[in-house]
Nanobody, 115 residues
Framework: QVQFVESGGGLVQPGGSLRLSCAASVSIFSTYAVGWYRQAPGKQRELVAG???????SYVDSVKGRFTISRDMAKKTLYLQMNSLKPEDTAVYYC?????????WGQGTQVTVSS
């Protein structure tokens, strides 16, 4: 059973950047699609970026051109580079399979974009 541990969140000013990391307990990236999800207060959790086992990436429209998802197979780590951050990017960010496994949600990492 895979476990995900997210890190890298924090407080950043609008226009700033952050890089999130997600460490997986087992090697799954070559077998399963994985992605970054986020949940803002009062809103449903949404998938913002995904990467297939073959390396094909996809993004929700609101982050296209600003966020980049990548992975390091050897380190079993998924990344999300976030640039040009906006206040509406404020949320708890999680990684999980795509589609998500209910048992695999971690604690997430808080991203707050505010001046």
């Amino acid at each position: 059973q895979v476990q995900f541990v997210e890190s890298g969140g924090g407080l950043v000013q609008p226009g700033g950047s952050l890089r999130l990391s997600c460490a997986a307990s087992v090697s799954i990236f070559s077998t399963y699609a994985v992605g970054w999800y986020r949940q803002a207060p009062g809103k449903q959790r949404e998938l913002v970026a995904g990467i297939t086992s073959g390396g094909v990436t996809s993004y929700v429209d609101s982050v296209k051109g600003r966020f980049t998802i990548s992975r390091d197979m050897a380190k079993k780590t998924l990344y999300l580079q976030m640039n040009s951050l906006k206040p509406e990017d404020t949320a708890v960010y999680y990684c999980n399979l795509v589609p998500p496994g209910v048992r695999y949600w971690g604690q997430g990492t808080q991203v707050t974009v505010s001046s």
